[in-house]
């Protein structure tokens, strides 16, 4: 397997360990850190980027060339959109669908998928395109998996911070390259110099350098 593929699996190991804490099945309907978003509903929609994964990988590879991540995310409709854009209320409501099964059956899939998804993983060959939930376009597998370590990343912060638990200690394998995607939708959002202020000036530093 490549090296984004064994984080994958590391940054899925995470997400599964999250849902297992008590207090995630304890709040289940309260609101979330997230607008709009119940805890069970951010719970889903964690779960879903290890669900997704497996989901892809079941169906026949796209016929059309991939295309890289830069060019994916300036498709994707969610990306900068408003709270109430209509891909965003598709998100909200399909993990709120999902959540309505309860936490038991939410974790029960997601560990399912994460034990599966590792064997898909070993059998997939090098060249391996998938097609995002996102659109009706071809990803390499490894971005394909990148994206969705970075959903995980973030949101396993958003659900953590939402019960009251620790934010998952992800390992370098996983946060390097996640790290390297925030910062290009970073600077294709706000601009280099944006972002070395944050990083570097904090007396030129912008108010925001959210990759979203």
Aim: glycine fraction near 6%; charge should be negative; include cysteine.
């Amino acid at each position: 397997m490549t090296a984004i593929q064994d984080a994958y699996g590391l940054a899925a190991a995470a997400a599964v360990e999250l849902l297992r804490e008590p207090m995630v099945a304890l709040r289940w309907t309260e609101p979330s850190a997230l607008a709009d978003f119940t805890v069970g509903g951010l719970a889903a929609h964690l779960a879903s980027q290890v669900e997704t994964v497996l989901a892809r990988l079941a169906e026949p590879a796209p016929t059309t060339p991939p295309i890289d991540l830069a060019e994916h995310y300036s498709r994707a409709a969610w990306l900068g959109a408003d709270l109430d854009a209509e891909a965003n209320l598709a998100i909200r409501g399909k993990g709120e669908q999902l959540a309505t099964d309860g936490p038991a059956a939410v974790l029960a899939r997601t560990e399912s998928a994460a034990n599966a998804v590792a064997a898909e993983l070993a059998a997939a060959g090098p060249d391996r395109t998938v097609s995002p939930p996102a659109g009706p376009w071809a990803l390499r597998l490894d971005d394909f998996l990148l994206t969705r370590m970075m959903e995980i990343a973030v949101h396993g912060d958003d659900l953590a911070c939402s019960v009251g638990v620790p934010t998952p200690d992800l390992p370098g394998e996983v946060l390097v390259p996640v790290f390297a995607l925030l910062t290009s939708l970073s600077v294709r959002r706000h601009g280099a110099t944006a972002l070395l202020r944050a990083l570097s000036r904090t007396e030129r530093a912008p108010a925001t350098v959210s990759a979203f």
